[in-house]
């Protein structure tokens, strides 16, 4: 159940990944630190296995342009797509989903809009279809405020019939902010579900580094019914055999994942987390390193690779491959996938992102000497996730209503 968020203001206007939202406009607040660079970590990064014999190329701004799928939108926040199925599903905010062909809505499969508050960062946000039955699983805020993940039927035709649904997970919200939202079956087929530390501002319960709680973290679960629960852990996840701690927990130490994606070439985790008040994050679990089974991402001892919270632990945290401060470049990451399409030779291997604030929107590469290259491409609207099709393409959902699709200049 949620509690009232006092002193701030959530309107469908802030960004719905939540940095602005917050009840501080920097990090500089009671029970954190302005940083400490002589004890910060240090931005690594690595190719992870696949893309260190990948001849890439460099992408300019000039090499890329946006071109309109479908406009008309209700703040889109996602965009799916199913096994066999040419036409993509289409996440609103509001509680619907829509079926998309040929620039235009064909039908929506779904609407849930009085199960859910879609308020802020509340509502419908993330879709998943199971790689292999008829079912697909959506993440919204229920009417108390609350985290819910369910399974529904999916129709021959696609549609997803509402006398099917399961609830899988339920997860109190104490606040109104840092849902997190965005679901995704991994490569090895578990359900991936990106928490975000409960909201208000400071990581305030100090929730994302507890591995007792589910808040402020990756979980990793076979939805599927057993023994009596609705869902089962896969036996190799980290906290399995810790005491105290919850089974599943996949990966520790997020703010606000709001948007996260699976290279398809490569099976490395890519995570947009949204920073508190003076730093955004791109974080990556390499797929040859564990893909970011038991990895503490650092929050909030850590914001960015800058310290945070003194009454956290700073040992252990993986810290990000890139990070960029509040200012003229945003206030709030949108994840992000790698390219791997066909149209845009010089954009292959590397992960595009924006932000929600300044619409800007970038290219980014590491290499294995651990040095970042970040490319800027374009500036559009207000960007709420960049997605990557079945066949690699790139789109752009800008919450204002309208998504593109990434084309060569």
């Not at 960062?121 to 998943?128: H, K, M, N």
């Amino acid at each position: 159940m949620r509690l009232r968020l006092l002193g701030c203001c959530l309107a469908a206007a802030i960004a719905v990944a939540g940095c602005t939202d917050d009840d501080t406009g920097s990090g500089d607040t009671a029970g954190s630190t302005g940083g400490d660079a002589s004890t910060a970590p240090t931005i690594a990064g690595t190719d992870g296995g696949a893309t260190t014999t990948e001849q890439l190329g460099t992408p300019a701004a000039s090499d890329v342009q946006l071109v309109e799928v479908v406009s008309g939108l209700s703040r889109p926040v996602d965009l799916v797509w199913r096994d066999g199925d040419a036409d993509p599903y289409l996440v609103q905010q509001d509680g619907t989903i829509l079926r998309i062909r040929d620039g235009q809505v064909a039908e929506t499969v779904l609407d849930v809009h009085e199960l859910i508050v879609s308020e802020g960062e509340q509502g419908l946000l993330g879709l998943a279809f199971h790689p292999t039955d008829a079912l697909a699983y959506v993440n919204y805020t229920d009417r108390d405020g609350d985290t819910t993940v369910a399974e529904y039927g999916v129709a021959d035709d696609g549609t997803l019939d509402p006398a099917s649904v399961r609830t899988v997970l339920q997860i109190d919200q104490p606040y109104a902010n840092h849902n997190g939202g965005k679901i995704v079956f991994g490569p090895d087929g578990y359900l991936y579900i990106g928490m975000g530390d409960g909201g208000a501002a400071d990581d305030t319960d100090r929730r994302a580094l507890d591995p007792s709680d589910l808040l402020g973290k990756m979980l990793r679960i076979d939805p599927a019914a057993g023994d009596g629960a609705p869902y089962t852990i896969p036996a190799d996840n980290p906290f399995v055999d810790v005491a105290g701690a919850r089974p599943e927990i996949w990966a520790t130490g997020l703010r606000n994942p709001w948007r996260f994606s699976f290279d398809s070439a490569t099976g490395d985790l890519w995570i947009g987390d949204v920073g508190q008040g003076l730093w955004e994050e791109i974080d990556v679990a390499w797929a040859e390193q564990g893909g970011g089974k038991g990895l503490n991402f650092g929050w909030s001892a850590w914001e960015g690779t800058h310290r945070f919270n003194d009454d956290q632990s700073a040992d252990g945290a993986t810290p990000p491959v890139h990070e960029y401060p509040h200012g003229d470049d945003g206030c709030s990451v949108s994840g992000g996938a790698v390219y791997r399409g066909t149209t845009i030779s010089s954009l292959r291997g590397w992960y595009v992102f924006a932000d929600y604030c300044s619409g800007k929107v970038w290219a980014l590469h590491t290499t294995i000497d651990g040095t970042a290259t970040v490319i800027p491409l374009l500036t559009q609207g207000n960007p709420s996730a960049i997605v990557a099709g079945p066949d690699g393409e790139l789109y752009l959902l800008d919450h204002n209503g309208t998504v593109y699709s990434f084309q060569p200049a």
